[in-house]
């Protein structure tokens, strides 16, 4: 059989497509994509042309995709197609080792922590939130209660649970970093008192970098605390860059400041070092490309990595049927946002630990340089 082709489209513009219009899954192989949760959902780990990327599945834009994937049952080949048009070899990573597992009280390992991408484990050690139940405060686009609510996880993951599951991860499926996100608690820390508790308890088990992912505390000391117990690096995330957008899509979160974002990141980077510290963006939101690209200049400037994802609409949030931006929109956003990380010699590769580490959920590392 001859190898497939990828049409004129380079790997770039194939992922930037793949992620706008999302794949519908004709017969589906590999680890099972993941509904709801904190954060982007409604994805499926494929890898195409060597790179591992998390594709929307259960949306609604994925319904509606030209794209699609199918396995040969006599080969178990998978093959990525354009209408009618086969265009490229797909596989899909296997279901991890780790999923068969219970923790010593009972719990599936599956219900602690999930395989992102190909090698990177993530938890939402507090799958509550503060913000979430109140329509007036909910943050329009999040899930963190979705996979609560089916049974799917718990809502408090402890440090030991999770210390077990890491330790299983690293040893059964080559696991090679940890991203721990909480939903926000009703404490001043915003989570960084719990998230330092697991880090410390994770590192005393197994060696493996971790990014923890909160809202900015209200005393910034928490960064040296979350650096002393095993944080390699911090992610505390925007999503939108205009406070009408802010204001509009996310009410209660809006509440702290872009400001007090960037005073926090300010504290953040001398403690986890010039590029481990970064942001996630939403595109697809409402803020305009100018506007975003202004962001990412201000954040490189100050040492944060600006992770732009495209805004991936979920099933059952206030956004589901929000469109996701265009594929053609995404491509000149990544090409000027790695203009500007590329000038400033910053990049995802030399992230300890992360989503953007990952970089599974947005194709922006393709355009950096490769050194």
Same mark, same amino acid.
């Given at each position: 059989?001859?190898?497939?082709?990828?049409?004129?489209?380079?790997?770039?513009?194939?992922?930037?497509?793949?992620?706008?219009?999302?794949?519908? @899954?004709?017969?589906?192989?590999?680890?099972?994509?993941?509904?709801?949760?904190?954060?982007?959902?409604?994805?499926?780990?494929?890898?195409?042309?060597?790179?591992? @990327?998390? %594709?929307?599945? &259960?949306?609604?834009?994925?319904?509606?995709?030209?794209?699609?994937?199918?396995?040969?049952?006599?080969?178990?080949?998978? /093959?990525?197609?354009?209408?009618?048009?086969?265009?490229?070899? @797909?596989?899909?990573?296997?279901?991890?080792?780790? &999923?068969?597992?219970?923790?010593?009280?009972?719990?599936? &390992?599956?219900?602690?922590?999930?395989?992102?991408?190909?090698?990177?484990?993530?938890?939402?050690?507090?799958?509550?939130?503060?913000?979430?139940?109140?329509?007036?405060?909910?943050?329009?686009?999040?899930?963190?209660?979705?996979?609560?609510?089916?049974?799917?996880? #718990?809502?408090?993951?402890?440090?030991?649970? *999770?210390?077990?599951?890491?330790?299983?991860?690293?040893?059964?499926?080559?696991?090679?970093?940890?991203?721990?996100? /909480?939903?926000?608690?009703?404490?001043?820390?915003?989570?960084?008192?719990?998230? /330092?508790?697991?880090?410390?308890?994770?590192?005393?088990?197994?060696?493996?970098?971790? +990014?923890? +992912?909160?809202?900015?505390?209200?005393?910034?000391?928490?960064?040296?605390?979350?650096?002393?117990?095993?944080?390699?690096?911090?992610?505390?995330?925007?999503?939108?860059?205009?406070?009408?957008?802010?204001?509009? #899509?996310?009410?209660?979160?809006?509440? %702290?400041? #872009?400001?007090?974002?960037?005073?926090?990141?300010?504290?953040? =980077?001398?403690?986890?070092?010039?590029?481990? %510290?970064?942001?996630? *963006?939403?595109?697809?939101?409402?803020?305009?490309?100018?506007?975003? =690209?202004?962001?990412?200049?201000?954040? @490189? +400037?100050?040492?944060?990595?600006?992770?732009?994802?495209?805004?991936?609409?979920?099933?059952?949030?206030?956004?589901?049927?929000?469109?996701?931006?265009?594929?053609?929109?995404? &491509?000149? *956003?990544?090409?000027? =946002?790695?203009? *500007?990380?590329?000038?400033?010699?910053?990049?995802?590769?030399?992230?300890?630990?992360?989503?953007?580490?990952?970089?599974?959920?947005?194709?922006?590392?393709?355009?950096?340089?490769?050194?």
């Amino acid at each position: 059989m001859p190898p497939l082709a990828t049409t004129a489209m380079n790997t770039q513009q194939l992922i930037t497509e793949l992620q706008s219009h999302g794949l519908k @899954i004709v017969s589906e192989g590999g680890a099972a994509g993941r509904k709801g949760g904190a954060g982007p959902s409604d994805h499926k780990a494929i890898t195409i042309a060597g790179t591992t @990327i998390m %594709v929307p599945i &259960y949306t609604d834009t994925a319904a509606a995709s030209p794209y699609s994937a199918r396995i040969n049952p006599a080969t178990q080949q998978a /093959t990525l197609h354009l209408g009618d048009d086969t265009i490229a070899a @797909i596989s899909f990573p296997p279901q991890p080792q780790f &999923y068969s597992l219970t923790t010593t009280d009972g719990i599936p &390992y599956w219900k602690i922590a999930l395989l992102h991408s190909r090698d990177v484990l993530a938890t939402t050690v507090l799958q509550t939130c503060m913000r979430y139940s109140d329509a007036a405060t909910a943050c329009q686009f999040c899930a963190i209660g979705q996979s609560l609510e089916a049974g799917r996880t #718990i809502a408090r993951k402890t440090p030991s649970q *999770l210390a077990e599951v890491a330790e299983a991860a690293v040893r059964l499926d080559s696991v090679r970093h940890l991203v721990m996100t /909480t939903g926000t608690p009703h404490t001043p820390d915003r989570g960084a008192a719990y998230l /330092t508790d697991c880090a410390a308890a994770v590192k005393q088990r197994v060696d493996l970098p971790i +990014q923890a +992912q909160c809202e900015p505390p209200a005393d910034f000391a928490w960064f040296e605390r979350m650096k002393a117990a095993g944080v390699d690096s911090l992610g505390m995330h925007l999503e939108a860059v205009t406070p009408e957008v802010r204001a509009a #899509i996310m009410p209660g979160k809006a509440t %702290v400041s #872009i400001e007090t974002y960037f005073e926090a990141f300010a504290a953040a =980077v001398p403690v986890f070092g010039w590029g481990q %510290v970064s942001t996630y *963006l939403l595109a697809g939101l409402g803020d305009e490309m100018p506007a975003i =690209v202004e962001m990412c200049d201000r954040l @490189i +400037q100050l040492g944060v990595y600006p992770f732009v994802v495209p805004f991936v609409p979920i099933t059952g949030t206030p956004l589901q049927h929000h469109p996701a931006p265009a594929s053609e929109w995404m &491509y000149e *956003l990544y090409q000027q =946002v790695a203009t *500007l990380l590329n000038r400033a010699g910053m990049s995802s590769e030399s992230i300890k630990a992360g989503c953007a580490k990952c970089g599974a959920c947005s194709a922006l590392s393709t355009f950096e340089s490769k050194r």
